[in-house]
């Protein structure tokens, strides 16, 4: 059995494991081309160039990593994390839309697109109420402040109906990786910490 000596060796390696994980402070990951997984809330400014929305962020500290003018990434955000998102040129009104847009959305992980003009159906795929999931262009100060409760895939476009390249993915997944980080980082704690003991046969 552990005594209060071998639980505190234990806790030292836990977090002497947290710390030389790769991710374990790492606020926003790049993933892939056009992917970037932002595990903590962050203020994504967002203007636009020809037909894509350009997004702009910083993580807060530790990280502090900065992000400018990426065209439409695909973002993985996560539950109970705060996330706004702010126009800041003119023109292109941003909204979120639930996974009903699938429908009409084609595409790989930075160029999608929507396949419809149908104002009538971007509005009903709209998160509700449709006014908190708008960001209006600048210079107004208007943005979304956005708390996902419940994972799976969202998309955001340009409200403007013909503005069809103006679209992304956002996916929100759980903090499951946190605990799969613990779990880990757990395992390599009792590595080292049978390492120590050697053969002596008993953790003390």
């Not at 606020?27 to 037909?51: M, Q």
């Not at 795929?125 to 600048?138: E, K, R, S």
């Not at 419940?150 to 998309?155: N, R």
């Not at 992304?168 to 757990?186: K, N, Q």
Request: hydrophobic share 40%.
């Amino acid at each position: 059995m552990l005594n209060m000596n071998s639980i505190k060796k234990l806790s030292f390696y836990i977090m002497l494991a947290t710390l030389s994980t790769p991710y374990a402070s790492a606020l926003t990951v790049s993933e892939s081309a056009n992917v970037y997984s932002v595990n903590e809330g962050v203020s994504f400014n967002i203007d636009n160039v020809a037909s894509d929305f350009r997004f702009s962020w910083d993580d807060p500290q530790p990280s502090a990593n900065s992000f400018s003018d990426l065209a439409d990434p695909t973002l993985f955000l996560t539950i109970g994390k705060t996330y706004t998102f702010k126009r800041t040129t003119a023109s292109h009104p941003f909204i979120i839309m639930d996974n009903s847009a699938a429908n009409f959305i084609s595409g790989t992980d930075g160029s999608y697109s929507r396949t419809t003009s149908d104002s009538t159906l971007i509005s009903a795929a709209t998160l509700t109420p449709i006014v908190n999931f708008t960001a209006d262009p600048g210079p107004t100060t208007d943005f979304i402040s956005w708390t996902p409760d419940a994972e799976g895939d969202f998309w955001y476009t340009c409200s403007v109906s013909s503005h069809r390249g103006m679209t992304g993915l956002i996916s929100v997944v759980p903090e499951s990786s946190s605990f799969a980080l613990i779990a880990s980082t757990t395992v390599f704690a009792l590595a080292c910490l049978r390492r120590r003991v050697g053969s002596r046969g008993t953790i003390s």
